[in-house]
């Protein structure tokens, strides 16, 4: 079973930073898509990175290039950490943050239907002030 827990949420101002975690337990799959999205009330949940387990390069939404930044520790396979760094930060990046895995896959250009993903954390919120 896999479990995503997802930490690093908080209040911050425009222009500051935060790094996002996402604590990975139960990846069997060597290769995994691992993605990063977010959400406000009353609008579609929004991919805005993902990476495949044990690869240095990430893909983003057109929304966040060169502000969001993707990387993963894995200590091994079945226990990896991810991170969502964002910089800075603006008004509308306030959202719920989630992180969401489709095991035994790789990203493809395609990665950001949600239904892709079999398993999602419990989001950590960013609030941005202006």
């Known amino acids: 079973q896999v479990h995503l827990v997802e930490s690093g949420g908080g209040s911050v101002q425009a222009g500051g930073s935060l790094r996002l975690s996402c604590a990975a337990s139960?990846?069997?799959?060597?290769?995994?898509?691992m993605a990063w999205f977010r959400q406000v009330p009353g609008k579609e949940r929004e991919g805005v990175a993902s990476i495949s387990t044990g690869r240095s390069d990430g893909r983003y939404a057109d929304s966040v290039k060169g502000r969001f930044t993707i990387s993963q520790d894995n200590e091994d396979n079945a226990k990896n950490t991810f991170y969502l760094q964002i910089d800075s930060l603006r008004s509308e990046d306030t959202a719920m943050y989630y992180c969401?895995?489709?095991?035994?896959?790789?990203?493809?250009?395609?990665?950001?239907?949600?239904?892709?993903?079999?398993?999602w954390g419990q989001g950590t919120q960013v609030t941005v002030s202006s």
């Open positions: 969401a895995a489709d095991p035994a896959s790789l990203c493809g250009w395609n990665w950001t239907p949600i239904s892709q993903y079999d398993y």
């Open positions: 139960g990846l069997t799959y060597i290769n995994n898509c």
